[in-house]
């Protein structure tokens, strides 16, 4: 043989005995139907496959809070999805405003940027949510046809709030809104219809706690107008939301989908409707309040003011002497958790989204953080951490569900 064959260790020898608990940014933990349905392959065009595929539309079309018939997945990553959304609704040389406060806002940006947009940026500072006036005075002047902004901005754990009056203001200049919900997708509110938003992104691996690789991605019937009016031709031709449209409302072929992945993204749907939107924004409002509350009571800091403070990731600012990466380290190896560093900022992430919202999961997070920085030698207060984690558990008042 030409080549040598390679020594190769198998995934038991590579993985730990006992599956590290995925408390960062994402992927999340999955629960064990999802799991199992990854496991299975049928066929991509049967009528399995399209019953399967109208539930998942159905399901998505109560997760999106909308009645639109353009929701469909992607095989691919949330950026995938991003792609798509910009790709099909991008007109090149028309004019987009990019609502910038963050990586994954700039990478919006750079997305369209690259389809031969005009991009016209509104920045804020970073740890900022947007500037609502700031956003309508550069409606105003510059008169964009569609508007790009990330709902949670999880590098920075950042929440723009304010994202009805965005997109109420684009509206009112006949400009459509693309809204990446990657990471709040199932996690907190997000009225598709009722806010006008254009299209919604999101990925698989965040608040759906499916697996990474499928997305999903819903366009308006503003939107979808749009995309069947446009005479040139996409350049991307697996992001071609006419092309996928085949598979996903004509039982026809596209490629061949990510049969397992919709298999799992199916189930992830289910155990949403099945424990319903409100109860599941109440179950991620308590976990990441008390997760915040445990953390100020180690005595760190929240790296992000209460008012734009994002739910789905929170950031904590990291005391002078500890390392981001020792720690990341200490606290993988000592504790079993993995938890995330950030894009630059002296932070470390933890996530709440799906499945990490389990309080036994937050107990052993905060544990093992305050374990952790107290070992590599800053001094925390682990007893009040533990004790104002359980304190918010106990006296959370339900939102979305009051009973
Ligand atoms: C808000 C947001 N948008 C987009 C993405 C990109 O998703 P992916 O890494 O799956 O491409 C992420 C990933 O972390 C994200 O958090």
């Known amino acids: 043989m030409r080549y040598p064959l390679p020594e190769i260790e198998s995934l038991d020898t590579i993985l730990p005995d006992e599956p590290l608990l995925m408390m960062g940014a994402g992927p999340v933990p999955i629960p064990a139907k999802v799991a199992a349905a990854n496991g299975i392959v049928i066929n991509h065009l049967g009528d399995t496959m399209a019953q399967i595929v109208e539930q998942v539309k159905a399901m998505s079309r109560y997760v999106f809070q909308t009645k639109t018939h353009h929701i469909m997945g992607v095989a691919g990553p949330g950026s995938a999805a991003m792609e798509m959304a910009i790709a099909n609704l991008v007109v090149p040389n028309s004019k987009v405003l990019a609502l910038c406060n963050g990586f994954f806002s700039n990478r919006l940006a750079e997305m369209a940027e690259r389809n031969e947009a005009e991009v016209v940026r509104v920045d804020s500072d970073c740890g900022s949510a947007i500037d609502i006036d700031a956003v309508a005075a550069a409606i105003r002047l510059h008169r964009p046809k569609i508007l790009t902004v990330v709902q949670g901005e999880t590098s920075n754990t950042v929440y723009n709030a304010c994202l009805p009056e965005v997109c109420r203001i684009a509206h009112e200049f006949e400009c459509l809104v ?158 079993g958790v993995e938890i995330a560093g950030s894009f630059g900022l002296d932070i470390v992430r933890i996530g709440q989204m799906g499945e990490q919202c389990r309080t036994h999961n937050i107990f052993r997070t905060v544990h093992a953080l305050g374990s952790s920085i107290k070992k590599l030698g800053y001094n925390i207060d682990l007893p009040t951490g533990m004790a104002e984690l359980e304190r918010a558990i106990d006296t959370f008042v339900p939102l979305y569900n009051p009973r």
């Not at 019937?221 to 085949?246: G, M, T, Y």
């Not at 989908?257 to 289910?270: D, F, N, Q, T, Y």
């Open 178 to 335: 693309i809204v990446d919900a990657v990471c709040t997708f199932s996690t907190m509110p997000l009225g598709m219809d009722d806010w006008g938003v254009d299209a919604v992104i999101t990925g698989g691996q965040k608040g759906l706690s499916s697996i990474p690789g499928v997305s999903l991605v819903a366009f308006s019937e503003l939107a979808w107008e749009l995309i069947c009016q446009r005479k040139d031709v996409l350049r991307h031709w697996c992001l071609d939301a006419k092309l996928a449209d085949q598979f996903w409302y004509k039982k026809s072929y596209h490629y061949t989908a990510p049969v397992s992945g919709i298999l799992a993204i199916h189930e992830a749907l289910r155990l949403v409707c099945e424990e319903t939107l409100p109860s599941r924004f109440d179950r991620h409002l308590k976990c990441s309040l008390a997760l915040q509350s445990g953390i100020e009571g180690l005595g760190l800091a929240l790296y992000v003011d209460k008012l734009s403070r994002l739910n789905s990731v929170v950031g904590i600012s990291l005391p002078k002497k500890i390392d981001q990466k020792e720690l990341l380290q200490l606290i993988s190896r000592e504790y």
